[in-house]
């Protein structure tokens, strides 16, 4: 989705606003744009297209100015093009206005401004903006030194719908007005400079130190000093957090791409995730939710809702959970759940998980359900992200920052830390599955080790990709918690190679997608429950004999005459098998995409976090 960078201090801007949306790409976006304040003007270039053609285009070079900002866009309402792009300007050039989110009533402030004697040059919702803060700030009283804060402020009461804003104008050429709602915005701090972003890594090589606006929050920032005000104008405190990321993690480092580094991450990933919850012999360690057994006792419902990976993670933990804690458990997408009044009380449990902690359908379920008096946790890896603010409660995987698109080890991670939740719940709970628990525990510490053994032999997957990568069709099937890997395997595959692919509980396959079983056709099968395998093979037997290849993820004794491309992977406790087998299906999905020449970290028509609806 949209990224915002902003700049204001003692340097040229430009370099650093270009910087700043290059470690932003990850998000997605189909154009980009800078401005910046040159002597007595508000300077703009932007692009149709990537970061780079902004970086080498000829004007970038006449930009000097130590003030602006500068946005990469992914279209909502107007095409992709140069004219769409932002900065947006209103119609008198006084004001620049970079935009993340959505303007519901656009439509209707627009004919008011244009009734005022605005124009618009583009098809998109924000220009209304910079125009509406025109129109404010003629308003104002001409002494007043207030005057850019104020015009802002009463601009941002009239909008409907969400927005995180950056303004610049050639009026009051010593400041940036910065604002939000429902939509990330971070001001970070170092001496007498200043960084705005829309997501921590575009700054994070300039200062950890980093403010995080609050709904609601507008702030004055100057090369000095930085105010922050509530709606009403009245000044508020914000805590400086420092931030623990450092910047080489959002760095390549040896790697080709991000979605690489992040794959071999995870070891880390979820060792950092596990951190001190798990201790010999003692409950898991949740003392930093308190999260009481009177609270536990009154659930009679858990939902677990969120998008796209997130949403296979609470596929993959549904059957931990309620064999560990008695209580039913129903997994939803967050699109679909905010739309469909499901019966929710104060005896539910809503857990939303979000990697990013930004994504708008989560949030807005996570809202609804608390507005319908249901207990809230919200599982994100991004400190401080906008959910965090909704929920009741909230965990933090420690997987560090994910910048490829598609998820790898924000999953993984994810998994370990609601596997961890549902032990909690059960030993909260005095459930006495101590056997089962203790398993899942000395289990879990050794998971880092067993990815690095699959990491180790990624050359057998490499060698598989080559063989399937012109494929235009694959399935992947799993029963049980392996139809959650399956599901998992077939979108990342999607998303980074193009090629279509469907998951199916391998019963399934013969009430009806049997029937587009060919020759040749690749199925994948994950096969690590023990208590299916019988059923699993035959199932797999019957798409053999229509003529289908198949590429098997196994832990268990298969016969290589009938399956000749067999990937082994460590045996584990069934419960946390679906962090070991996703593992050389991310790489699978990860060679494919290479074997094609594909950019696999920024996917076309793909954003990292969708924060409109
Ligand atoms: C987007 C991404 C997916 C991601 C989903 C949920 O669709 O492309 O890869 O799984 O959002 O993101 P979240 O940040 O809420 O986990």
Redesign the pocket.
Known sequence: MCGIVGYIGCKKASPILINGLLKLEYRGYDSAGIATIENDKICCIKNKGRVKELQNSKDINTLNGNIGIAHTRWATHGKPSSTNAHPHLDSHKNFAVVHNGIIENHNELKKFLLDAGYTFSSETDTEVIPNLIDYYYSKEDVADKERFLKAVNKATLDLKGSFAIAVISKLEKDKIIIARKDSPLVLGVKDDEKYIASDIPAILEYTNDIYILKDGDIAEVTQNDVVFYDKNLEKVRRELESITWDAKASDKGNFEDFMMKEIHEQPEAIRETIGIRITDNKPCDFSDINITKEYLSEISKIYIV?????MHVGVAVKPIFEKLTNIPVEVDIASEFRYREPLINENTLIIC???????AD?IAALKNAKENYAKTIAITNVTGSSITREADFTLYTHAGPEIA???TK?YTSQIVLLTMLAMHFSETLDLHKDEIIQNLKSEMMELPSKVNIILENSDEIKAFAKKIYKEKDLFFVGRGIDYAAAMEASLKLK?ISYIHSDSYQSGELKHGPIALIEDDVTVVGILTDRRLLDKSISNLQEVITRGAKTFIITNQDIDKKIFPNIFNIPKVHPFLSPTLSIIPLQLLAYYVAKEKGLDVDKPRN?????TVE
Do not use: N, P
């Open positions: 969120a998008c796209g990976t997130a998980i979000s990697q990013s902690g930004e994504t989560t698109v598609a998820s924000a998303e793909l954003a990292k976090s969708v």
